[in-house]
DNA sequence: AGGCTCTTGTTGAGAATTCAAGCAAGGGGC
DNA sequence: GCCCCTTGCTTGAATTCTCAACAAGAGCCT
């Protein structure tokens, strides 16, 4: 076997065959080539953001989707949303966005349990700083390689991967 | 915007434009999907298996390769380029798999710079008791969703990317 | 042999993420 | 009002990953 869900070593499938479904080559090539062009592309973006940036493409993510919001500005539970982060994690980075002044966080005024985040002037000039490295970077690793009818199969595949796995699609927010 | 590559606020696309190329609104949703849908399988990947076995997916992946590997045994470099991990990443990773007992490093006799990691038979008992499920969750998040067709479609698109990001296509060795 | 460079792998520190609690505020039901 | 439960976010510890520096063997050239 080739790839992280293969059956271990091809040698006990015959005893557990009854009751787990194992996959069929095309259903293994098709998913070791997703497993090995997502963690390559998303390295190779994160190494081009760290490089020039200093800061990592979930960093990258927060910036710019704060930036697209009303008074860049969004709730934390929203913004976690946009980001496909957990909160912790949320509150973690944008706390170092905070101490960089790239990011104010002030309590909501209508649900005193929120917070929202707003993106500062700061924030806005680093963002527009990296967008061009980011997009360029993004056009050479996903859509280069591609042919427009494959760009339009991705985003049908990837949204029905989506559907299943997040049906609300919560991500859809800032669509 | 909606995404992690657009134009910052949409706002100094005019001053830019003539130096950066944009996304496209087709280029930009599929690199939206694209994004989502990585992320969010490997996270539910990835919490499956914490949850069931106690170990993320990047060491099912160690633990997978070396099952499938002549002897159970594969040298450190080889096994970096098949799970896709860094040198550094790889030797931590399987530093914390040696404690646990699932695997053993030796020297590699023919060049003495080299390591041989090697699976042992408690490890591959690990590896067979969580294959079902991670197959399955496999199954459920990227296969399930779609079809035949599209499934084929995957694999050519995830190829064409590889091509572009890895040429040497390192990740193939074992295929 | 000597010396130079490239390859292989490890190490430790720092950064980012996850996990499990924990706390404060909202929203009922009584 | 009071209690209970849920929601929104934060915190700290443990885990994983990245980055830079390092050590040691191999290969090569003179």
Redesign the pocket.
């Known amino acids: 076997m080739s790839t992280a869900a293969s059956t271990p070593a091809g040698s006990l499938g015959g005893s557990l065959d009854a009751v787990t479904k194992w996959l069929t080559e095309d259903e293994q090539r098709a998913w070791v080539a997703w497993l090995g062009a997502s963690e390559l592309l998303m ?1 190779s973006l ?2 081009q953001l ?1 490089r020039d940036a200093g ?2 493409h ?2 990258y993510a927060i910036l710019a989707q704060l930036s697209a919001a009303p008074d860049r500005t969004l ?3 929203d913004l ?1 949303s946009v980001v496909n ?12 966005l905070e101490e960089r002044g790239w990011v104010i ?1 002030r309590t ?1 005024p209508s ?5 929202l985040a707003t993106l500062t002037d700061v924030g806005f000039a680093v963002l527009a700083e990296q967008a061009p490295g980011h997009v360029a970077a993004v056009r050479k690793g996903l859509l280069d390689p591609l042919t427009d009818e494959q760009v339009a199969q991705l985003e049908q595949i990837c949204n029905a991967i989506l559907d299943g796995l997040d049906p609300s699609r919560s991500r859809r927010l800032l669509a």
């Open positions: 390295t994160d190494a760290q800061f990592p979930a960093y709730r934390m539970s976690a982060a957990s909160p912790s994690r949320l509150s973690h980075a944008v706390g170092k966080r909501c649900d005193r349990r929120g917070m």
